[in-house]
């Protein structure tokens, strides 16, 4: 909020209008009072440059702050991307080594269960043909 300038009049002691004269005397509180506006207007014209130079440094670093942070975005997304990309070759591999892992070991229980049936087999077959032998005899 800007506050609207206070003006300032210069005031001078009687002795000095006694000493000069009335006349003098105003003619010097006119020109204290014009250098003074002249002053005020010098420092209000300066602290708007230099404001506009803030904020156009402010607006440059907050510009570069946002590059500088889209690219470390980037770069991290890219990170992310690599490692996903490593972690699902990583999946596929290893769900293939579990297949296969599975296929042997369920091929080695066909072969023992197959085994386990032949066994089996003989052992209802030889006392059938040795009950079939002995009744047609």
Known sequence: MEHPPVPVTAKLSRKFYEAFGDESANELVEWFNAVDA???????????????????KLEQRIAELHAKLER???????????????????LVQGLADLRADFQRDLGQTQTALTRWMFVQWMGTLVPLAGLIVYLTR
């Open 38 to 56: 002249t002053y005020r207007a010098d420092i209000r014209e300066l602290n708007e440059l230099n404001f506009q130079r803030f904020d156009a």
């Open 72 to 90: 470390r975005i980037a770069q991290l997304d890219s990170k992310l991307e690599q490692r996903l990309s490593e972690l699902r070759v990583s």
